[in-house]
């Protein structure tokens, strides 16, 4: 099974369509993931700009070395608490999803590998029903620059 970007170390760019569900129309975003190993783990830093927005949201994430075909994940944020998840590898996909965190957040995110990186889709749920839904690109940054 081929190695998929969440765990190797490196520098990731992204870009894509978000859309809120109380708001109308799509807005643009743009992402960078830094990511390290760490013993048994790799600990990225994952940054969100959506454009027109006043400030960049940062999301830590801490994927497990996968076994069997499958991980464990925890995203945290200056926004929500810690959430714990799932994830599982195909040879051509990685996914993971976070369930049963009613009251905080539940969704998953689906990366499939293209030529040059991945095509994205993620969809995410809020306490009150509000839907957030990203579809994207992302790509391997080409010089590495840990400048943030």
């Given at each position: 099974m081929n190695r998929h970007f969440i765990?190797?170390?490196g520098f990731w760019l992204g870009k894509g369509e978000i859309e809120?569900?109380?708001?109308?129309?799509?807005?643009?975003?743009?992402?960078?993931w830094r990511l390290r190993r760490d013993k048994d783990k790799?600990?990225?830093?994952?940054?969100?700009?959506?454009e027109g927005g006043?400030?960049?949201?940062e999301n830590k994430i801490i994927f497990s070395a996968p076994q069997s075909g499958c991980f464990r994940v925890s995203l945290e944020n200056a926004v929500m608490?810690?959430?714990?998840?799932?994830?599982?590898?195909?040879?051509?996909s990685v996914a993971w999803?976070?369930?049963?965190?009613?009251e905080l957040l539940e969704g998953f995110e689906v990366?499939?590998?293209?030529d040059e990186g991945y095509i994205m889709k993620a969809e995410y749920v809020s306490p009150d029903q509000v839907k957030t839904t990203i579809c994207g690109k992302i790509w391997r940054q080409q010089e590495e620059k840990d400048d943030y």
């Open positions: 765990f190797e170390e809120f569900s109380m708001l109308p129309g799509k807005l643009n975003f743009y992402m960078r790799i600990e990225s830093i994952q940054e969100i700009e959506i006043a400030e960049s949201l608490q810690r959430l714990e998840g799932s994830g599982v590898i195909e040879e051509d999803e976070f369930k049963g965190n009613e990366y499939r590998r293209q």
